[in-house]
């Protein structure tokens, strides 16, 4: 059985910091990703990784900010989140499937999701 499990979420003061993780079992992905979806709005792209880790990819809206890393010998995947903003707060989900580098930033590429972790930022 294949899953995703996330964590490391939590309440933060804006200007702080998390490390989000996302555990996979049951198989291995070659390209994991991150993504958010706020109360009311639609999920989106946060960030994504290749297997060997050389590819990174990120919104701009938090380049410079969020770092995402994997542990191949774990199968978990990373999401440094630093300097976080109130307009941060989300529900963060991790996914993983067998992408192309031009569909890495659509939901509807990667067949396998988490449940989630909640990410609260108070200013």
């Known amino acids: 059985q294949v899953q995703l499990v996330e964590s490391g979420g939590g309440l933060v003061q804006a200007g702080g910091s998390l490390r989000l993780s996302c555990a996979a079992s049951g198989r291995t992905f070659s390209t994991y990703a991150w993504f958010h979806q706020a109360p009311g709005k639609e999920r989106e792209f946060v960030a994504a990784i290749t297997r060997s880790g050389g590819d990174t990819y990120y919104a701009d809206s938090v380049k410079g900010r969020f770092t995402i890393s994997r542990d191949n010998a774990k199968n978990t995947v990373y999401l440094q989140v630093n300097s976080l903003k109130p307009e941060d707060t989300a529900v963060y989900y991790c996914?993983?499937?067998?992408?192309?580098?031009?569909?890495?930033?659509?939901?509807?590429?990667?067949?396998?999701w988490g449940r989630g972790t909640q990410v609260a930022v108070s200013s």
């Open positions: 996914a993983g499937g067998t992408v192309y580098s031009d569909s890495v930033y659509y939901s509807t590429s990667y067949p396998y």
